[in-house]
């Protein structure tokens, strides 16, 4: 009987072991194709003429499986802005297939979860196109700070990386971060950052007290628009910027569910939570706000980004989103990782797909 058994046991794992064998030889055909497919049809050159942006982080500060920390890259034509570099932009910029060519960084203020990627997105960069140059980086003052930390951070790594592969596939010239601050003209709102290939991006001041200077930007290219508020609580200049733009990319704070995280913490006794908790409600905007602004100002679509809290339940997005579809009735999305949003040139199409699947 025992040495049934053991014969059982031998013809089991001979079966499971062919099993996996094959399993993994189909697998790594998939993923042959998979490469070969991605490897041929990078994802820019393949984008229609137009605006498109693509959302490679849509959440803020707080830990979130689905939304990794503000980033949003905006492609007009055949070139790459990316606005913000929270947690995890680099890694999930890679999984968009958004890295192989060169881009430009924006900042829109020097809050941690804005920031916290740069040096992973710099070194993505650098590893993932043929460059001679450092990664550009604008932004509002205090940026050269910035860009000159996270150089020297990564100096040893860059030293390293160029000494194994060789300056041919790493040259020193490229690594890093060259900064490009940029100051408001004296009694104005807004300042011209970028005007190149047909795509023309614009600051605006915004309301974060206090942190300031803190900014939004607006991208126009050859008759498609799109704002991207930042951070703000509610801002007349925000409106006054994305007056009929086509699309409104906006934060969106939820009080209902802060509230909630804020109550369970006087509960536990952790009064230090609470208190952020409540603090942070005064300089972000509510969907329901963010919609209003969409309504009056005729924008074609909204987009809700920088969603606070985390919704960890697709059910939430209802109390997340309060009368926010009532104030406003055109197209609004939540934004979540990998979502691309693209506006061609030509006509006023606004289409939502995704890159991560």
């Not at 460059?131 to 951070?153: C, D, I, K, M, S």
């Not at 809290?309 to 990782?337: C, H, M, N, Q, S």
């Amino acid at each position: 009987m025992k040495r049934v058994f053991i014969g059982l046991l031998v013809v089991a794992a001979l079966v499971l072991g062919g099993a996996y064998a094959v399993r993994g030889k189909i697998a790594f055909k998939i993923m042959e194709r998979r490469l070969a497919t991605a490897m041929a049809n990078p994802v820019i050159p393949s984008l229609p003429d137009g605006l498109h942006v693509a959302v490679c982080g849509a959440g803020g500060p707080f830990p979130d499986h689905d939304r990794g920390g503000p980033c949003t890259a905006v492609i007009a034509g055949k070139r790459m802005y990316v606005v913000d570099t929270g947690e995890a932009a680099g890694r999930t910029m890679g999984r968009m297939g958004l890295f192989g060519g060169d881009f430009v960084v924006l900042l829109t203020h020097l809050h941690s979860d804005h920031i916290d990627g740069l040096g992973n997105v710099a070194l993505q960069r650098w590893g993932g196109g043929a460059l001679t140059t450092p990664l550009r980086l604008h932004g509002p003052a205090g940026v050269e700070r910035v860009a000159a930390g996270f150089t020297e951070a990564y100096a040893l790594d860059s030293t390293y990386r160029t000494a194994h592969h060789g300056p041919t596939i790493m040259p020193p010239s490229a690594a890093g971060i060259k900064a490009h601050g940029f100051v408001f003209p004296e009694g104005q709102d807004s300042v011209v950052v970028l005007e190149e290939d047909g795509v023309k991006i614009t600051a605006f001041k915004v309301n974060h007290g206090p942190i300031d200077p803190a900014v939004g930007y607006r991208f126009d290219y050859k008759g498609r628009s799109v704002v991207i508020s930042g951070d703000t609580a509610p801002s007349p200049v925000v409106a006054k910027y994305a007056k009929g733009v086509d699309l409104l990319v906006h934060e969106a704070l939820s009080p209902t569910l802060v509230n909630l995280i804020r109550e369970a913490s006087l509960k536990s006794g952790n009064a230090k939570r609470a208190q952020i908790m409540q603090d942070i409600q005064n300089y972000h905007t509510t969907p329901w706000a963010a919609a209003a602004i969409a309504r009056d100002d005729k924008v074609g679509a909204l987009l809700l980004n920088h969603v606070i809290p985390p919704l960890p339940l697709k059910a939430l997005e209802g109390p997340f989103l309060g009368d926010a579809r009532t104030v406003y009735t055109g197209p609004l999305w939540i934004a979540r990782d990998g979502d691309l949003i693209s506006l061609p040139v030509g006509d006023r199409t606004i289409t939502r797909s995704s890159l991560l699947h």
